[in-house]
């Protein structure tokens, strides 16, 4: 974080960062009032335009910032919220950091919502699909444009929210509102945490504004404190939730009930990226919380590993996406644990290229198969879909980490940040790495290779997606191929774009602890055997699963065939829902009900109506009842009036 | 003057509409009311923010040798408690315009008359005034539930009562023990003044029993684990328009019964159970919003999330904190507005289903896209989520009980996980999924519908935009209180 410099004499700058959330607001507003009133033409244009119309602005107000010497400003609107020594202003901060989310949430969004309108063009809810949409981008722009902690709550759970009514977009479904439901309370879980960080930031350095707290925060004496780590520990809660994190992870999958360009989106490249943000955002706080950092890393590691490991045995074509989403996230945790803030944002940015693509693959597949999402019922789709195919190729080469696919890049410079760290944990990454790309080219040689497994029915419908579907493919496949660039080694002797645009972000942790932020000290002989390794295992996985998919053309055994121990506890998800399930919601349910019976009807009412009794002399009162309540108040107000009439008296 | 005018109206209004016949009482009702509401908004144009004491005041000696006087005004908490008020009681009437209640001259003037009642009891400036007005407002409520009520209603509100009767004994007792304690001025020897309350020097042990005794009085009426059992049964028994003025403004008594008549009162007795009374506001936190998870009938379900919004208001203005109390007070507002709108939709879907069993309903959203709309975001705001009113005032309060114990805060806050599962399992029953005969047919809102719940919605969007227009409005008045409260 650096200096904050206001903006001098620029007016129409104000009106341009607001716009960047507005717009996307008034299409909510538009479409959602006009919900199957306007024609399907102009809700999509309304949708989709509002959204391109931020994005040119936000290139607009990038190309201003480097232009004009990078200098980070904020925009203030009103004071929200004022009590005291609280002030919580509506105000906007423009920095590098928000600069790229900027560009990455409504670029990408972009091409979601041109995706959205072929996907979901038979669907009876479109306008109602485009308004929700238009208010994620809406929520998840105020999370990334917010000068203070509050504003980013306030994106935060307007992103949880847009999550929740999207998920549970086809609402007939019992099943589709109950992964909703449960993913807006698991969120609420990390909110919670995230909430009372809010206060005791506050608490602290009496402010909840991003340049007073981090410059309070560089002023504060000692690292490791208590409030510190509570402080971090409790954003990390938050982070937790957003972009599931052991143990908060299971809603994610759930999720995968939404329209699939929701789970591009939402469950993959924007909004689930949000705890990444937050720590980074927060750099500050965490560099002082070293403990907290640790605990980062190891959850991101442990997600990582499981959810790769659920991952393997997965039927569903956006399941294994789910999971695989779960699992990159984690690695992103990994990469912010020992302290690679910058890389780790580099994989959130090549991630959102090449998951977003993946995702909208999927939704391409599985609208050419009806809606058939299990793997083990397609097979052989490449013919019939050549653009998906090539597509969804480039998407699994980038996931898998092949150079020069843009996952290599990132994917490589953060683990090569953990060796620094750790060499165990690096050890670990591989082997998360070596399971996505075993996981990810099953998917592929499934979906795409071999026999058609389908019904009759199904191969007379397959047929490749319109443009207006393959465009956001395409676009999404370029960038997934050449995304990379903008993270080269500097082994290559190539500039680090990324790293350096992002450098000025540590200023104020720079001065607490410089080493992190250093160029890392590895020879260049170990990082390029680093590279070796990680390439030589990506490519040995995709060998192995080339001959058990291809090859041999093994086929996921079906639901009723028995599986092995340990291959039924993964297929099942180590039963952690069935574990929650047990040990929360039952007994709370439980309780819920033992409460109601007992305690409140039985006990405390029983010892008020026991006490009332006792009070009123019993039976007396109650004939009064019997004869009418009215004769006992008048009795009663002629009871309050003597009183008053003889105080008078006695006074007087 | 604006004071007593919005004073004695409704009640003068209430003669008027006991002489009209038949059904045509409704509109008059209406019209009455509407006007109370120009009289409160003209007054908040002509009300000057930044001063503590009482506003258009004015003060009538009423039992001049005892000190007694008919003293009324308003400071920013009055205000906006009189503005909630005048606000709920029109869209209270409108809502009750599709039922027929039989003798409607009846029902209508009570519900005027009981609104005088609250006026009062939010501008007494004199503690048997105060009392007097406490009292009026319970006897209409308490014919209207007893006469227009459910099946059980004799028993219910009958315990409903007693509860009351009970609490405002102990009130009247502190009263009378505290009048006796004041310097009188002129030919009284005693006053019964706020400001001479205020005054008083009591020593700890004697604050410690009057700050029970008062506190009673007031957690009955709020109310407060454990002395809530009378609420859900009197919110489900109670025609919709009872249960709308109990839980939208009566429970509001209470809590303004803390800020005006117990803190600043008894500071040192406050001080010496804060500790207790936080514990019994989070535990009802909790406990109301734990019961709420399994609730079938709708209206009980939101009985007893009442019980633990209120519970949250009462963690976070016995916190004494700057937050804590301005969270409280904005929270009165936002949950006045919120609860009245959601037992109206329950009031809607009953009276087109004759159900308010979960189990009977759902798919609802499927034909009515105003309902689904406007039930959503008052939903939302009852879950407290940013750019609502609850945000604002579960924000506030969450913070300021953190600030006084972070354990308490972090308990309390749990609020938030709790809500989001109860308010989304009610909703997702009723709402979405598939229909059921109940719900198979199933008309939108109707044009009186649409008027009584747009004013809401757009409250609760103006709370949670702009909460400063009313967190300015009590400003000076909440940090006076808590000036008074540190004083002393």
Redesign the interface.
Known sequence: MQEIVMPANRPEMALLCLLIPLLPFIGFALN?LG??KLPKGLVGLIGCGTVLASFLISVYLFLDFTSSGSRPYTVDFY????????QIGFSFLIDQLTLLMLLMVTGIGFLIHLYSAGYMSHDEGFGKFFSFLNLFMFSMLLLVMGSNY?MM??GW??VG?CS?LLI?FW??N?NY??AA?KA??MN??G??GF??GI??I??TFGSVSYPQVFAEATRVAGVDTPVLIAITMLLFVGAMGKSAQIPLFTWLPDAMAGPTPVSALIHAATMVTAGIYMVVRSNVLFILAPTTLDVIAIIGLVTALVAATIGLAQNDIKKVLAYSTVSQLGFMFLALGVMAFSSSLFHVLTHAFFKALLFLGAGSVIHAMSNEQDIRNMGGLKKALPITFLTFLIGTLAISGIPPFAGFFSKDELLAHVYQHSTIMWAFGLLASFMTAFYMFRLLFLTFFGKFRGTEEQRHHLHESPAVMTIPLIVLAVLSTFGGFLGIPSVFGSNHIIGSYLSPLYNYAKGINATPFEPMHLSHETEYLLMGISVAVAIVAIIIAYVMYVKKETVPVSEDTPLSPVHNLVYNKYYIDEIYNNIIVRP??W???A??RF??VVL??G??NGV?KF??FSGR?LRY?QSG?IGF?VM??VF?IV??LF??FF?? | MITALLLFWPALAALLVLLVKGQGAKRVAFIAALVEFAFALFAATSFVVDRTAPQFALSVPW?E????SFSIGMDGISLLMVLLTTFLVPLIVLSSFKHDYKKPNAFYALILFMQTGLIGVFVAQDA?LF?FFW?VAL?PV?FIS?IWGGARR?AV??KF???T??GSFFM?AAF?YL?FQTAGTGV???SSDVNAFYQLALDSSTQSWIFWFLFLAFAIKMPV?????WQ?DTYTEAPTQATMLLSGIMLKMGIYGVLRWLLPVVPNGASQWLDVVLVLSIIGII?GS??????RDLKRLIAYSSIAHVGLISAGIFSLT??GL??GVIQMLSHGINVVGLFFIIDIIFSRTKTREILNLG?I??ST?ALS?CFMILM?GSVA???TNG??GE??L??GV??YN?VF??VA??T??LG??YM??MF?GV????KSPETEVFADLTFNEKAVLIPLVIMVFWIG????TF?DIS?PAV?NLLNIIQRR
């Open positions: 959602g919900n199957r004071n929200w919220i004022s009590v005291g020594s609280l509050v709550f306030v759970e307007g929210l929740y549970g609402n007939k019992t509102n109950n439901k807006f309370i609420r879980i909110d919670l909430l009372l206060f005791l506050f608490i709370l349910m309780l819920s009900t409460f109601y305690v409140d405390v009412d010892i008020v009332g009070v009123t009162t009842a309540a108040y009663v107000m309050s009183l008053i105080l008078n006074i007087g | 039992v040798s005892a000190g007694i048997f009392y009292e006897i308490y007893a004799v509100t009958f009562f007693v509860y009767i009970f009247l009378i009048y009284a020897a005693h684990f454990p002395f809530h059992t859900p406990y734990i019961i709420a998870i399994r609730q700057e937050q301005q969270g798919g959203t499927q896209p709309i939302l989520l940013p750019l945000f604002v924000f506030l969450l913070s953190f600030q972070y805060g972090a806050g749990v938030i996980i989001a599962v989304l399992r997702q709402m979405f999924g598939t935009l702009f909460p400063n967190l400003e940090f």
